[in-house]
């Protein structure tokens, strides 16, 4: 078993986050087995890591309709004044220099620290020949702006007739899918519905997990506590007839333009706890990705074993009944058939049969794998996985595997079940580390004076 070169990657965010979270810092250590068991198995390659399936920084999407109210809030929260490209997906970025800057998509398409890593291959699947215009969809803004520090902010485009394409529509899917907290401008909803229908089916399906934030931006005028609340309410009742029921509403009025103004301390406090959000986001990544594994790899390439062994065994059927055909025909002409049960001649006859039906077996193997892969190859496109199904199935394919009537992935043992259900347990044991902090059994005193405390305790629970 050949060992994986450890991704560089890896490596940063382990000594990054030793000293600042401890959980992720295990968490990094997870991803490397997870890794190492991946490349085993042939679904990566010596290079590639499954950490940047999802981004390790605390991720804040804004989505908005027609008007410039996103635009308008990001300058005023910021205290900044951004000029935004409304055509694209813009990941704004703290830095020191009090120099803002813009770079290209393809800063954000070749940096696996970042959001968007790799997103090139996605769109060019969505869309042939897309691929290379990263910068025609993304760009990277540097902000010099403290409330930016330790977090990315994700400004989506502003609707357009025009950019109603599949490639805009997965891309905002997948800035909805990734962030830890999205906020919501309810202009969004007084745009056509077939421009806003994608982004609301995606917050119906993304509701339960409490990270939407509904805007109201009224921020012209000047609302009293009573105003803002019946605002609220039409809201909840217009968002629950579209099938939403879940999320914080915020009322932005013209006292908003002030840091003391409650609308923005309640941003701030969602703010702050995206830290949390980010941790147990990595956290189900990690899970996802071991529980794929069993629930989606594994199930992927031995189906397609069991086409391949399908065929294989029908072309070799297929050869060996033109041999017996031409045994028939030799009987009826010459006669010879009764030769065959010679005790000599017989089995020599078998011995030659089975040298000649094994390399053609094993021919017809290669010959069919190669139609497999191509499958494999357009399944993974489908599916938008990262992981190499094909390689997988070339794992399997060993000699007794192909001999033998073998349907199972080289998967399929129990060393590597073990190693699943090691990595399960740790994610496990990492949620649960992560829920403690929050716990109110935690004090500043151990609550277990005993070890038979502790379990009378953790049984009564």
Known sequence: MAEKTVSKHLINLENYFSASNPILQKASKSFQQLDQLEYDLGLIDDDETTATKSSWWPIVSLIGGFSTAKNEFINRYLNVNLHSSNHKFTVLQYTPQPNNATLPGTALDADHRLP??????????????????????????????????????????????????????????????????????????????????????????????????????????????????????????????????????????????????????????????????????????????????????????????????????????????????????????????????????????????????????????????????????????KLSLTENLAGLFEKSLTFWRILLPINESVAKNKKTRTRIHLLQEQCKDMVQELNDQFSVYQTQEDPYRTPEDKENFTHNL
């Open 116 to 381: 968007f890593y790799q997103i090139s291959h996605k769109i060019e699947q969505i869309e042939p020949g897309e691929g290379s215009r990263a910068n025609a969809y993304l760009e990277l803004k540097t902000v010099n702006s403290e409330r930016l520090k330790g977090k990315l902010i994700i400004n989506t485009p502003v609707l357009d007739v025009a950019q109603d394409t599949p490639v805009y529509s997965e891309l905002t899917r997948y800035v909805l899918d990734m962030s830890d907290l999205v906020l919501v401008f309810t202009d969004l909803f007084d745009a056509p519905s077939e421009l806003v229908q994608e982004s609301v089916d995606e917050i119906i399906a993304q509701q339960d997990n409490n990270k939407f934030v509904f805007i109201v931006d009224h921020s012209e005028i000047s609302l009293d506590t009573s105003k803002s609340n019946e605002i609220v309410a039409s809201w909840q009742r217009r968002l629950a007839g579209l099938g939403i029921h879940t999320g914080q509403f915020i009322v932005l009025s013209d006292t908003s333009q002030s840091d003391a103004d409650p609308s923005l301390a309640e941003i701030d406090q969602r703010l702050a706890n995206i830290e949390n959000d980010r941790s147990y986001r990595v956290l189900h990544s990690l899970e996802k990705s071991i529980s794929d594994i069993n629930d989606v790899y594994i199930p992927e390439v031995e189906s397609q074993l069991e086409t391949w062994k399908d065929r294989i065994n029908m072309s070799t059927l297929i050869i060996l009944g033109f041999i017996v055909t031409l045994l028939l025909f030799a009987e009826i002409s010459m006669g010879i058939v009764q030769i065959l049960f010679d005790p000599i001649i017989g089995p020599l006859f078998l011995l030659a049969l089975v040298v000649f039906l094994v390399p053609v077996h094993l021919m017809m193997a290669k010959v069919h794998a190669k139609y497999i892969v191509r499958n494999l190859k357009k399944r993974q496109k």
